[in-house]
């Protein structure tokens, strides 16, 4: 009877059909709290704690400064790069220009959501021991092929303090 039951279950699995994985529909980062929460429908779907920029929780002012910046952005590029994956955010915005004209400074850019450095992933969760980017939000190598997977170009990403 334990062996009908069983060769049942394995039988009934093998006919199951994988469940898709929600798509995100957009990102909040948090970052007093190092966190990351992707959201489907209003509701959290993810959450991961992540590393931010060297130079400190303060806004991104200018280009070198370390920081990660605040704002409303989008999901404007996926690839493999030196940090395993990445998603680059649509920084800088109007704004981030604007602040950065006004003090004659270059906003810089090239943010991204990312994985640890190429060799360097047997590092895994310690990575968030310190904030180490250049201004960028960085998570495990498994936590970004996850989220390179969950979330589409033109994702909305709201950076808060």
Not at 39 to 64: C, H, M, N, Q, W
Not at 86 to 106: F, H, Q, T
Not at 120 to 144: K, N
């Amino acid at each position: 009877m334990v062996c009908a039951g069983v060769c049942f279950s394995m039988w009934a699995m093998a006919d199951a059909k994988p469940v898709p994985q929600q798509k995100a529909d957009s990102i909040l980062i948090l970052k007093k709290d190092h966190l990351m929460e992707l959201f489907a429908g209003g509701k959290v779907i993810r959450t991961y704690k992540v590393a931010l920029g060297r130079g400190g929780l303060a806004p991104k002012e200018r280009e070198g400064d370390g920081r990660t910046p605040e704002g409303h952005y989008t999901i404007e590029a996926k690839y493999v790069n030196q940090y395993h994956k990445a998603l680059r955010i649509s920084y800088p915005n109007a704004e981030d220009r604007k602040r950065a004209a006004k003090l004659g400074l270059s906003p810089g850019g090239s943010i991204l959501i990312h994985g640890l450095p190429n060799g360097e992933g047997w590092i895994g969760a310690a990575h968030r021991l310190y904030d180490w980017t250049l201004g960028c939000v960085a998570v495990t190598d498994e936590e970004i092929d996850e989220i390179y997977k969950l979330v589409p170009l033109g994702t909305p990403v709201e950076i808060r303090p």
